[in-house]
């Protein structure tokens, strides 16, 4: 069997490659970390979600409603709590239900839905929190129409089933202050989860072309001619940014107009009864201009920039230092993978949006949107100043730090990774 | 300062000790003198590859001192290249251009306008590729790629020319007409060049002074004749083992 033997020296050269094994105790490190930072953050905003009050405006004061109000107090484990108004309960609950004041009206006619307007507050980029709170909503709507016919059963002692009214949940969100419908705000959270992780992806490939080309011209055997020319290496190192951000610019390029092609036509239907949608419809980029406004959707484009420069002259750091393709190619997994793991974790950990966090986005550059789009809407703008100076300084740093390599021995010996020496060093 | 800039190249206690630990070169004194062609030999190992990468700025040195017609190379690395060029060993070129465009590429980084044109005119001529130069690399020989390397340093005429074994892979015709092109850019245009090589019959014929390079250190240096009676050799292969002899 010929086969055997080529099997074999094909599994022996990734296995024997340093990068190789480097890369997999990375990724496994990297995203076990993550993971584990995700995880913590998903569980205990979920807790925090599954034991929230919820605050109750009822302007109907009929025995009834009342009444109605108790069962579904005491099903939900106490958790309904009685406020004077919408503004009230707003300033102490996520969660404000009212009860409107033809409630009792409704409930006795048979041919009228029970319509209840429901406010939720808010103030994350979680989409684990919005979603348990807009569930929330679903679960309390379940609940009122349970407990209107569990009130009327006794009163009129029938069975509770076949009692089947229906309570139509209108959802107002109030999204950083501002207020919004649910469908506008899952396109903004759809938009929140996609942007990031597209830029992430999109520094991922770029890092990934800057350090296969740079990794090819070594191995072409034209490098050190080159750095022997009288020109300066800071002009190599740009040119090589440039080219790279060309590259994953036509990609790109190509990519986005058929998103934007997609975004163009993207409506979205939300049944508000059942068997009879309203033919309200969300378009995207309504959205984007009246919701969250054009600022950050700049800010999105620059972001693609800084970030096309900041994984470009990290791709061809990593390009310089490594002794040929392969070892870079080991490498280009990890690079693309850590810009997702970032771009998707600091919307899922569900940190607050604050000068920390800022500074985190401006480092790791994909977050930027987020910042950018949160801060539109609560109307400042300090968050998102810190997070851009970062994003800044954070491109330069690594531009420096490729522009440092290129002046060092390492660009011409190559980074050696020797099993040897590590057993050496034991 | 005079007479440092004597001097095409000069090192003093020039000391290149490697992340690893290991020695490149130690306290090399070299000089090798304006107009001159300068043959670097010794076994692998011995450094010729580490000096000559030093003196091109390619890699810095961890002691000592490196000077190119008088600018110290490590403090002034952009001027240092201005006056010499540098063809490593096995050179290569990239694979998806032409010949032609590589040629036109390597020296756009050095000419504009006319004097571009005239370097580039050259370099085709040194080449002698012939239809071949509007072919992708990626097809050429390794014989071809070195010529095609070789062909825009040569254009370029610096001051000093840095060749690493620049006929090493080269069929025998081919290694014969890069020497002749050596010898004659030597004598037409006064180019100085520091060269390395494992052929002593090749540093014999190119160079005027040699110097023998063994574990980092140089042994000796001086002008071949002189050499062999010093040492008292019949050529340069039996100097090279005499003097290494001398050391263990």
Not at chain 2, 26 to 32: E, F, Q, R
Not at chain 2, 64 to 81: H, I
Not at chain 2, 187 to 201: A, F
């Given at each position: 069997m010929t086969l055997t033997p080529l099997l074999i020296r094909e599994v022996k050269a990734f296995i024997k490659n340093p990068a190789f094994i480097l890369s997999i105790v990375f990724i496994i490190g990297f995203y076990g970390i993550l993971g584990r930072l995700m995880s913590t953050g998903i569980q205990t905003a979920v807790e925090q979600t599954l034991n929230m009050q919820i605050g109750v405006v009822l302007y109907d004061s009929s025995d009834f409603a009342v009444r109605v109000l108790s069962v579904a107090n005491k099903t939900s484990g106490g958790r309904l709590q009685l406020v004077p108004s919408l503004e009230a309960g707003l300033s102490i609950y996520d969660i404000v239900v009212v009860i409107p004041s033809d409630f009792t009206i409704r409930v006795m006619e048979l041919d009228k839905p029970i319509n209840i307007e429901s406010y939720i507050k808010i103030n994350t980029i979680s989409p684990v929190v919005s979603g348990a709170k807009t569930n929330i909503i679903t679960v309390i709507?379940?609940?009122?129409?349970?407990?209107?016919?569990?009130?009327?059963?006794i009163e009129r002692n029938i069975d509770p089933s076949l009692i089947n009214k229906h309570v139509l949940m209108n959802t107002t969100l109030q999204v950083y202050g501002k207020i919004m419908k649910l469908e506008e705000y899952s396109t903004i959270s759809f938009l929140m989860g996609f942007v990031p992780m597209m830029i992430a992806i999109i520094m991922g490939i770029n890092a990934a072309y800057a350090s296969q080309f740079t990794a090819t011209e070594k191995v072409e055997k034209a490098f050190e001619m080159l750095l022997a020319q009288p020109i300066p290496r800071r002009n190599i190192v740009f040119a090589k940014i440039i080219g790279s951000i060309i590259a994953s610019l036509l990609m790109g390029i190509a990519y986005f107009t058929g998103m934007f092609l997609i975004l163009l036509s993207a409506t979205t239907s939300t049944p508000n009864t059942i068997g009879n949608t309203t033919g309200l419809s969300v378009n995207i980029i309504e959205i984007v201009s009246g919701?969250?406004?054009?600022?950050?959707?700049?800010?999105?484009?620059?972001t693609i920039i800084l970030g096309l420069i900041y994984s470009g002259a990290l791709g061809i750091t990593i390009g310089s230092i490594v002794s040929d393709e392969r070892i870079a190619g080991a490498l280009t997994a990890p690079i693309i993978f850590t810009f997702i793991g970032i771009g998707y974790a600091l919307i899922f950990i569900g940190l607050p949006v604050n000068i920390i966090t800022g500074v985190i986005a401006g480092i790791t550059i994909a977050p930027l949107p987020v910042i950018a789009l949160v801060s539109t809407m609560i109307g400042d703008f300090t968050v998102l100043t810190t997070s851009l100076l970062f994003a800044v300084l954070s491109t330069i740093v690594v531009m420096g730090i490729a522009i440092h390599i290129y002046n060092r021995d390492i660009v011409v010996l190559g980074l050696r990774i020797s099993r040897f020496k590590l057993k050496e060093r034991k | 300062?005079?007479?440092?800039?004597?001097?095409?190249?000069?090192?003093?206690?020039?000391?290149?000790?490697?992340?690893?630990?290991?020695?490149?070169?130690?306290?090399?004194?070299?000089?090798?003198?304006?107009?001159?062609?300068?043959?670097?030999?010794?076994?692998?190992?011995?450094?010729?590859?580490?000096?000559?990468?030093?003196?091109?700025?390619?890699?810095?040195?961890?002691?000592?001192?490196?000077?190119?017609?008088?600018?110290?190379?490590?403090?002034?690395?952009?001027?240092?290249?201005?006056?010499?060029?540098?063809?490593?060993?096995?050179?290569?070129?990239?694979?998806?251009?032409?010949?032609?465009?590589?040629?036109?590429?390597?020296?756009?980084?050095?000419?504009?306008?006319?004097?571009?044109?005239?370097?580039?005119?050259?370099?085709?001529?040194?080449?002698?590729?012939?239809?071949?130069?509007?072919?992708?690399?990626?097809?050429?020989?390794?014989?071809?790629?070195?010529?095609?390397?070789?062909?825009?340093?040569?254009?370029?005429?610096?001051?000093?020319?840095?060749?690493?074994?620049?006929?090493?892979?080269?069929?025998?015709?081919?290694?014969?007409?890069?020497?002749?092109?050596?010898?004659?850019?030597?004598?037409?245009?006064?180019?100085?060049?520091?060269?390395?090589?494992?052929?002593?019959?090749?540093?014999?014929?190119?160079?005027?002074?040699?110097?023998?390079l063994y574990r980092g250190s140089l042994l000796i240096e001086g002008a071949i004749e002189e050499l062999k009676n010093r040492v008292g050799g019949v050529n340069l292969e039996e100097v090279f083992l005499k003097v290494k002899g001398e050391v263990h």
């Open positions: 709507s379940d609940l009122i129409r349970k407990s209107i016919s569990y009130v009327i059963a919701k969250i406004g054009f600022n950050a959707l700049l800010v999105s484009i620059a | 300062m005079s007479d440092i800039s004597e001097y095409a190249v000069l090192t003093k206690n020039l000391t290149k000790i490697y992340s690893s630990g290991s020695i490149g070169v130690k306290s090399l004194n070299l000089s090798v003198k304006s107009g001159e062609i300068y043959g670097l030999i010794g076994p692998n190992g011995s450094g010729k590859t580490t000096t000559l990468r030093i003196i091109a700025t390619l890699l810095k040195p961890t002691n000592g001192e490196v000077y190119v017609y008088g600018v110290d190379v490590v403090k002034n690395p952009l001027e240092a290249r201005k006056l010499m060029n540098y063809l490593p060993e096995e050179a290569g070129a990239y694979r998806d251009l032409t010949g032609l465009d590589f040629i036109k590429f390597m020296l756009s980084l050095r000419f504009t306008g006319r004097r571009l044109e005239e370097a580039i005119g050259e370099a085709i001529e040194i080449a002698d590729l012939g239809g071949d130069l509007k072919k992708p690399i990626r097809g050429y020989s390794k014989g071809m790629k070195r010529i095609l390397a070789l062909s825009t340093v040569l254009a370029s005429r610096p001051k000093l020319l840095v060749l690493d074994e620049p006929t090493i892979g080269l069929d025998v015709e081919r290694s014969i007409y890069v020497r002749n092109i050596i010898r004659r850019y030597n004598r037409e245009y006064g180019i100085t060049v520091l060269l390395s090589s494992h052929n002593m019959l090749e540093v014999e014929y190119l160079c005027n002074r040699v110097g023998i």
